[in-house]
Nanobody, 117 residues
């Protein structure tokens, strides 16, 4: 059974930074990729960034050069370092784990990030 628990959201001023963490409880061989999606009010959920089991990363154009995804396999944790945050980054951020073989995506409960002065 795969479980995901996120932490690290909150309120930050424009230009500030936050780091999101997600503990992914699963057999490491079950997971093809870990990632972060977000959903802003009135908008569709979108990919922010993901990282595969081989370390390949993908970023949305809107966050390139500002956000960095990383993982610590020893801690079963994936991180999203968010720098130079903008009001348009305000959203609920969801951690995901894509299962190897099936491609099925598991979701965390979400953590709110609000960027406002």
């Amino acid at each position: 059974q795969v479980q995901l628990v996120e932490s690290g959201g909150g309120l930050v001023q424009p230009g500030g930074s936050l780091r999101l963490s997600c503990v992914v409880s699963a057999d490491i061989f079950q997971i093809h990729a870990r990632g972060w999606y977000r959903q802003a009010p009135g908008k569709q959920r979108e990919l922010v960034a993901d990282i595969t089991s081989t370390g390949t990363t993908t970023y949305a154009d809107s966050v390139k050069d500002r956000f960095t995804i990383s993982r610590d396999n020893a801690k079963d944790t994936v991180y999203l370092q968010m720098n130079n945050l903008k009001p348009e980054d305000t959203a609920i951020y969801y951690c995901t784990a894509t299962l190897a073989g099936t491609g099925l995506k598991k979701w965390g409960q979400g953590t709110q990030v609000t960027v406002s002065s």
